[in-house]
């Protein structure tokens, strides 16, 4: 199974900038639909940016939240998604995870119950 590993995550003031990572194992990272989450204290799950592997990176969408704020990339050479957190805000607070999409028949690229495996998740904390 693959295994991804999410990395960028602290403290940082609100209107800042971060830079969140996440590394895929070789064989999981090609042509794939990869996507980050999110997780806030007592609030479910909240898909915000994917992304598709093939090629040089397409099909992106974002979560209304973060549109214009937040961007997704990738870098094939490093098997490495990205999640760019710009103008971040005190409710961007929250244990950030990539995921991998494993289910084909599901709906909603930010649905995550189409996705699987997850990352352990790194936490981003956003102060004013």
């Known amino acids: 199974q693959a295994q991804l590993v999410e990395s960028g995550g602290g403290s940082v003031q609100a209107g800042g900038s971060l830079t969140l990572s996440c590394v895929v194992s070789?064989?999981?990272?090609?042509?794939?639909?990869m996507a980050w989450f999110r997780q806030a204290p007592g609030k479910e799950r909240e898909g915000v940016a994917s992304?598709?592997?093939?090629?040089?990176?397409?099909?992106?969408q974002y979560a209304d939240s973060v549109k214009g704020r937040f961007i997704i990339s990738q870098d094939n050479a490093k098997n490495t998604v990205y999640l760019q957190l710009n103008s971040v805000k005190p409710e961007d607070t929250a244990v950030y995870s990539c995921?991998?999409?494993?289910?084909?028949?599901?709906?909603?690229?930010?649905?995550?119950?189409?996705?699987?495996?997850w990352g352990q998740g790194t936490q981003v904390t956003v102060f004013s």
């Open positions: 995921a991998i999409r494993s289910r084909s028949v599901c709906v909603g690229y930010l649905n995550p119950n189409c996705y699987d495996p």
């Open positions: 070789t064989l999981a990272f090609s042509d794939r639909l």
């Open positions: 992304i598709f592997t093939g090629g040089g990176g397409g099909n992106i």
